[in-house]
């Protein structure tokens, strides 16, 4: 233990004096190492595969839920949209030097923010491996270093995809020590790299809700965490079923197992009889289980073919990660909004209707992260925002909110020109 200590402060070490470095080097040289990690992927797709798949068959013999082995499973086609999205981020503005205001005071100072990184940037996550490279290269076109610690589930997987990130990024120009992987798995160094204050400027949970909280009560340094991601779908009375029918299939069936994906439709009283027996066929051909309060039970016990249960209390405000789905019947807007407000995590929501005035009261009302308006909360990722990535979905409100990526991971400064000024 004390060894793996020793190796996390030397690491930590490495990637503040390599910040440094990295806060100055040309969009070019970063780009220039992004691209060239995207490469990398590519090029060492079978030997990172033949490792995820030690992990999955090693966290498949252990139990490990379903969804949890969805979200440690890579495979070809994954490998290529982790590689697709280095080269998004890419393409997109650096934001250090961006001036973000200007202003000329009465008495001639200049002042202006420009956008700057935060220096070095910690992340604990689990089962994920996309997030090692997700992160590292954010973090990289940010001026950022970055100190990885990963769940023991991914262990080879992580290690085999930091390794391919720091040949990329160190033959590329980018200084040594600005990706960090800590390969000890002892939980308890998760405890010291809480500590590290004078190294880590930033900590990024990734994970269950445990871990999560964790973070939260014992990091010393700033913490940006997500949240579980309760979802909601409020079918209103003016909604197009057919329209309502495709969303929550999405929302719901396209990939159960993520924080995005739809866990409570809530459907207005009028338009119950019609809309939820199109919605349940729909389900029942993926294999959704549905656990409805009384009302929809009533209207739906009469369709052959689907898996129904009674929605117990525990049922609302429950992330499923699975094809489990609750429903409940409505007799307004404003029910679906209290509904919503009480067991709500702040993630993604979304209203279904062609009433204008309805949409707005949803939209403004609505406190959560992201809400949308007739489209699938499935929407909420980093790269389908057009970010390329994302270190993470933020369900705080300081400071940042959602997906979080380039800019959320910067920090800005004042600049103060002056011609000899002196304060009276």
Not at 94 to 105: A, N, S, T, Y
Not at 329 to 334: I, R, T
């Amino acid at each position: 233990m004390e060894a793996d200590i020793t190796e996390l402060q030397e690491k930590a070490r490495q990637a503040k004096a390599a910040s440094k470095k990295l806060a100055f080097i040309p969009t070019k040289v970063k780009n220039d190492a992004l691209l060239a990690i995207a490469q990398a992927l590519l090029d060492k797709e079978d030997v990172i595969l033949h490792n995820n798949e030690k992990d999955y068959k090693e966290a498949e013999a252990s139990g490990m839920s379903a969804a949890m082995l969805d979200r440690l499973m890579l495979d070809s086609s994954r490998i290529k949209g982790i590689a697709a999205d280095v080269k998004t981020v890419v393409s997109l503005p650096d934001p250090v030097g961006e001036v973000i205001e200007e202003r000329k005071l009465p008495n001639g100072l200049l002042l202006s923010k420009r956008r700057v990184p935060l220096g070095v940037i910690g992340a604990i996550y689990e089962s994920r491996p996309n997030v090692t490279v997700d992160i590292s290269v954010l973090c990289l076109k940010a001026g950022n270093s970055v100190i990885l610690r990963g769940g023991k589930e991914a262990y080879r997987s992580n290690l085999a995809l930091a390794g391919t990130v720091q040949e990329a990024a160190y033959k590329s120009g980018l200084p040594a020590g600005c990706v960090q992987f800590i390969e000890s798995t002892d939980r308890n160094l998760v405890d010291h790299m809480l500590k590290m204050k004078q190294y880590i400027d930033l900590i990024i949970p990734r994970g269950g809700e445990n871990l999560i909280k964790f973070v939260r009560d014992n990091a010393a340094m700033a913490v940006v965490a997500g949240g579980i991601g309760v979802c909601h779908q409020y079918v209103d009375k003016t909604a197009d079923l057919k329209k309502a029918t495709a969303i929550a299939y999405n929302a719901k069936v396209q990939r159960p197992t993520v924080c995005n994906a739809l866990d409570c439709l809530l459907v207005h009283k009028d338009i119950a009889a019609d809309f939820l027996p199109m919605v349940a066929q729909e389900w029942a051909k993926a294999g959704v289980e549905m656990r409805c309060d009384q009302f929809s039970l009533d209207i739906l016990k009469a369709v052959p073919g689907l898996k129904l249960k009674p929605a117990t209390a525990e049922d609302w405000g429950k992330e499923f990660l699975a094809l489990i789905g609750a429903i409940k019947v409505v007799d307004s807007l404003d029910e679906a909004l209290a509904h919503i407000d009480r067991y709500g995590s702040g993630h993604s929501e979304a209203i279904i209707s062609e009433d204008k005035n309805s949409i707005e009261r949803f939209l403004n009302e609505i406190d959560a992260a992201c809400v949308y308006a007739n489209a699938s909360t499935r929407f909420t990722d980093g790269a389908q925002f057009g970010m390329g990535a994302e270190i993470g979905i933020s369900t705080q409100k300081f400071h940042a909110r959602g997906p979080m990526a380039l800019r959320e991971i910067s920090s800005y400064k004042w600049c103060i020109v002056g011609s000899g000024q002196v304060r009276p």
